[in-house]
């Protein structure tokens, strides 16, 4: 006999509140969640009579799988009592239920809490306590291709909201027992459930003590997405660049984690976070493991180049154009000179102006509706690439330029948010002091990055320190045969 | 072995020092010095050598065998009187170094850069960012400082590449024209203008690796770098060369790949953040000067500010004309500031020390 209790029974750390002990009657046990939960239509009750026992199931509708109540609860503990007569609901759950996933509780608070969980728990007129059985089965999301960070040769299995659910897919992703998961609570109203993951063998002790304290030191009301949390796993919040990380595939963080990082996952949301995050991590992805490494060369040189572009390209078109036309070719420098003298901005307002729309409609595209999101696409390349250039409004280098930053911002979607912020920086930059603006702004930008040092580690590595090996996966890969290639943690960037 | 935060490894120390060196090769003027010949001035980088590898050897002698410590600890162990005094003698000359790299660039700006702008601005801007750059630490400025080094690197060779095919020896002219004592001279006066050897006293604290070792390989790698690139300008511009006042950009002018004509602009791109660095490096080692010699008694970043208004006042001063600060920079101020903090002050800190210590040992 045996009275398994999981850790989703066990009292929260977070959640020490007054406790309130369970009343001795079903009746009363009753009252007492109708008045907690305030008599919440989808708190249910079934009674079942047995032996002049009576006994009380309570359970939240749509929270639990009513299949598992019928078939698995009610029917065998009618069937027992009929048989033999038991005194105490502890003796009958552990007879009727062997084997079977249970708790027994003893508060009101306890209960809730469990209710909300998904169980059901059973009352018994003379006990204090309540059994608890594990019966979660709510709507939720199933294991999808992840939208936001598509693979060509990768799995087709993203995170989902569910938190067990990405716990498997980590599960079946790192199959050691050496993948430690550890439950929190976050959040005093929403009660989020959030999960730090690591692999005890990689992670560096001092890591994980200080992100365990960070999450333990939030004082949220609600965590309702990844967002919430960052600020507080972040070890510097005043910069435009993040040392904490962000993905959709499960793939990826298993790799995060083989390189000793932590991985957090948070019930409710598809994105997990991982610390500590580097400027490079914005440039590798999984693909590049996946292809062989000539191409990941191509392809990472291309994710640089498409930084580069997308947040200096306006500004140096500016800057080039207003202050040093002399860099150009002559032809192309008369034909872009006579576009732009016909339109009436100053090329600065112009650019400021139009990536200003640019972003508007980006985020139109995102937050409208597929169908409407459809027509904001078209009504603004027609606006902006037709008719303001009809118009003589826009010169169309500068709308040439426009669509190749947002071309080249899309290919790097995890750094989508300081890239359009530098965006404007560098125009600014350009249009008041040509390449000595730029070169300012570049050199400002440099130093911000390397002052970055999430966790004592060098948000800037492996550009800058260059520990050894690491140039082995920096824009080149050495092939997976390669031994030096194979073994990476990331404590050795610690100092 | 040092390990923490705001801890730096030789290597970062000397790829920053090195950029450093090379944006003042680049600024390089040539009217306003006794004018030396092509062949004469990659002469003048032996006796470069030879003049930093002798001011260094007071600083590694005072710094030698208490690396943990930085100069003005070594000086006031007992805090002595004079450690103010020497804390903000080092600080001034570091503000007077950044002064005197900001007007000299002002100038280069003015001349090849933006000819028709007011550059007060430009250098007032330049010292803001330099000052939210120095405000980040050593660490940062460090680790972009190796970027940089690298970059640089690149961008030299590139611009190497593609003027080589006009070299010509004939173009050179015979070694020691300008005599032996000019080379000597000029070689004397490069040498004082190297302050980041006299920075070593307070950033050698913070520094991991072998600093020895370190220093003669960038002083090898710069001076060889130093010849190349002078007898590159001479056996390409050859007298075109020796009429410009920046025989460097004049280099980097020339060069030229497909379409882009004009490198020079994308090469200044370059030379404007190792400027930026090194102004934001000067400023962070004399608030570093500072705090060490009034034991942090003053907020960072007030210091920070302060040092950066002085630094625009020195490049206001010297950056009236060209011919004001070519008399001014010949003259021996900057050699005298130089000499006192590279040689005589650590050579009495570490007479100091070895006084001290011999008579603990005669006490023991």
């Given at each position: 006999m045996q009275n398994k209790t999981d850790n989703h029974h066990k009292k929260p750390e977070q959640s020490q509140k007054t406790s309130t002990p369970l009343e001795d009657t079903a009746y009363k046990n009753k009252i007492l969640l109708m008045q907690a939960f305030g008599n919440s239509f989808d708190l249910m009750f079934r009674e079942i009579e047995c032996g002049g026992k009576a006994i009380t199931a309570a359970f939240l509708d749509g929270m639990c799988d009513r299949l598992f109540l019928t078939q698995s609860l009610i029917k065998p503990l009618c069937e027992h009592i009929t048989e033999e007569k038991t005194s105490s609901l502890k003796q009958i759950c552990s007879s009727v239920f062997e084997g079977m996933e249970q708790a027994i509780l003893h508060t009101l608070e306890e209960t809730t809490e469990t209710l909300i969980a998904g169980s059901i728990v059973l009352f018994a007129d003379g006990e204090a306590y309540c059994a608890a059985f594990n019966a979660p089965n709510f709507s939720k999301s199933n294991v999808s291709d992840p939208l936001s960070e598509q693979q060509e040769?990768?799995?087709r299995e993203g995170f989902c909201d569910f938190f067990k659910d990405n716990i498997t897919l980590m599960r079946r992703r790192l199959r050691?027992?050496?993948?430690h998961i550890e439950r929190m609570v976050i959040g005093k109203t929403s009660n989020t459930y959030v999960c730090v993951c690591y692999l005890a063998d990689r992670v560096d002790n001092k890591l994980l003590q200080d992100v365990k304290q960070r999450l333990a030191k939030t004082n949220l009301e609600m965590v309702l997405g990844a967002g919430y949390l960052r600020p507080f796993l972040d070890t510097k919040t005043k910069t435009p660049f993040s040392g904490v990380g962000a993905t959709e595939r499960p793939d990826t963080l298993a790799a995060m984690l083989t390189e000793g990082r932590i991985g957090i996952i948070i019930d409710g949301n598809p994105f997990a976070l991982f610390v500590p995050q580097f400027f490079i991590d914005h440039f590798h992805s999984l693909d590049d493991y996946l292809t062989r490494p000539y191409y990941t060369f191509l392809l990472r040189l291309l994710r640089l180049t498409g930084f580069f572009i997308s947040t200096m390209l306006p500004g140096l078109f500016v800057a080039v154009c207003v202050f040093h036309p002399e860099l150009l070719p002559v032809n192309v420098m008369f034909d872009i000179a006579v576009s732009i003298s016909q339109?009436?901005?100053?090329l600065v307002f112009e650019a400021i102006i139009i990536h200003f729309i640019y972003e508007i409609v980006r985020e139109a595209g995102l937050r409208m509706p597929k169908m409407v999101g459809h027509a904001v696409s078209i009504v603004g390349a027609l606006v902006i690439g037709d008719a303001a250039v009809t118009a003589g409004l826009i010169a169309v280098p500068m709308l040439i330029v426009v669509a190749l930053t947002a071309i080249s911002s899309a290919i790097l979607q995890g750094i989508h948010e300081p890239m359009a912020l530098l965006r404007f920086i560098f125009i600014i930059a350009g249009g008041a002091m040509g390449l000595f603006g730029i070169a300012l702004a570049a050199g400002a930008l440099i130093v911000t990055i390397c002052s970055i040092s999430p966790y004592s580690m060098p948000y800037s590595v492996p550009f800058s320190p260059t520990p050894r090996n690491t140039w082995q996966d920096l824009i080149l890969r050495k092939d997976h045969t390669n031994k030096k290639n194979q073994q990476k943690n990331i404590s050795d960037y610690r100092y | 072995m040092k390990t923490g935060q705001n801890t730096i490894s030789s290597f970062q120390l000397f790829s920053m020092i090195y950029i450093f060196r090379m944006v003042a090769t680049f600024t390089y003027m040539l009217r306003i010095r006794a004018p030396l010949e092509s062949t004469d001035r990659a002469i003048m980088a032996i006796a470069y050598f030879v003049f930093s590898l002798l001011f260094a050897l007071p600083v590694f002698l005072c710094i030698g065998k208490q690396p943990y410590n930085s100069v003005l600890t070594l000086a006031g162990?007992?805090?002595?009187?004079?450690t103010k005094p020497v804390a903000m003698y080092y600080a001034f000359t570091f503000i007077w170094a950044a002064g005197v790299a900001a007007a000299r660039f002002s100038l280069f700006s003015g001349i090849v850069l933006l000819q028709q702008e007011n550059l007060n601005i430009f250098i007032f801007v330049l010292l803001a960012v330099s000052i939210y750059c120095a405000s980040k630490g050593l660490e940062p400025l460090a680790r972009a400082g190796s970027v940089m080094s690298v970059l640089l690197f690149v961008s030299l060779i590139l611009m190497t590449g593609t003027v080589i095919?006009?070299?010509?020896?004939?173009y050179l002219q015979p070694p020691l024209q300008s005599g032996l004592s000019a080379v000597i001279y000029q070689g004397f006066h490069s040498a004082c203008r190297n302050i980041e050897t006299t920075s070593l006293l307070f950033t050698a604290s913070h520094t991991k690796g072998n600093l020895r070792k370190g220093y003669l390989i960038w002083l090898v790698f710069f001076c060889v770098q130093l010849a190349a690139l002078f007898l590159l300008v001479g056996g390409i511009a050859a007298e075109y060369g020796n009429l410009q006042m920046f025989p460097l950009y004049t280099l980097a002018a020339l060069a030229k790949i497909g379409i882009l004509e004009r490198m020079d602009d994308l090469l200044t791109g370059v030379w404007v953040i190792c400027a930026l660095l090194k102004i934001a490096y000067l400023l962070h080692t004399s608030v570093a000067a500072i705090e060490e010699g009034f034991q942090n008694k003053y907020n960072r970043n007030k210091l920070l500010i302060a040092g950066g208004i002085l630094v625009f006042a020195a490049n206001l001063f010297l950056s009236q004309n060209i011919e004001f600060f070519g008399k001014f920079i010949a003259s021996p101020v900057n050699p005298v500031l130089f000499m006192i903090a590279t040689v005589v002050l650590p050579l009495l800190i570490f007479a100091k020390n070895r006084t001290k210590k011999t008579a603990v040992r005669g006490k023991t």
């Open positions: 040769k990768g799995s050691t027992s050496q993948l339109t009436p901005f100053p | 162990t007992n805090r002595h009187k004079w095919k006009d070299f010509d020896t004939l």
